[in-house]
């Protein structure tokens, strides 16, 4: 992922920390997390707890995005807002992830390629889809 620092984005690895600016590297490319509380020296605390737990729900989960994953939204402390570069957005909450994204996963490719513009996936055992 990258996260904007002032006016540049820059890269976070897998354990939270931030790295060096880049310019050689096309960052733009790479999804970006938005809601962590970024300073010069990286995430503080909470934003790191927050940053590794996105990550750990988005490894083994099953999602297929084949529109390629362009946002992560953290700012609700409860719920991530998942957004392609389609423009369609997948919302869970951030502590059931794994098994929400697990669950419609196995669902996904049977939704019209047209399909929804919002996949709502924090009740249990429903998916609600809006376009």
């Known amino acids: 992922f990258s996260v904007q620092v002032g006016d540049q984005h820059r890269l ?3 354990d939270g920390d931030l790295l060096p600016p880049c310019d050689d590297l ?13 300073g010069l020296e990286g ?12 990550l750990e729900a988005l490894d083994g989960t099953g999602w297929v995005w084949s529109e390629g994953l362009a946002d992560a939204d953290l700012r609700d402390p409860d719920e991530v ?16 992830a ?3 994204l ?11 390629t ?5 996949v709502e996936l924090r009740c249990e055992n429903q998916i609600g889809l809006s376009h």
């Open 114 to 118: 047209e399909g929804p513009t919002r």
């Open 26 to 38: 096309f960052v733009d490319a790479l999804p970006v997390v938005r809601g962590l509380e970024v």
């Open 12 to 14: 976070l690895d897998r």
């Open 98 to 100: 794994p098994d929400q």
């Open 81 to 96: 807002v998942l957004q392609s570069h389609k423009q369609v957005q997948v919302v869970v909450q951030l502590d059931e």
């Open 43 to 54: 995430l503080d605390e909470d934003s790191r707890a927050q940053y590794l737990h996105l």
């Open 102 to 112: 697990a669950a419609a996963a196995a669902v996904w490719t049977q939704l019209d």
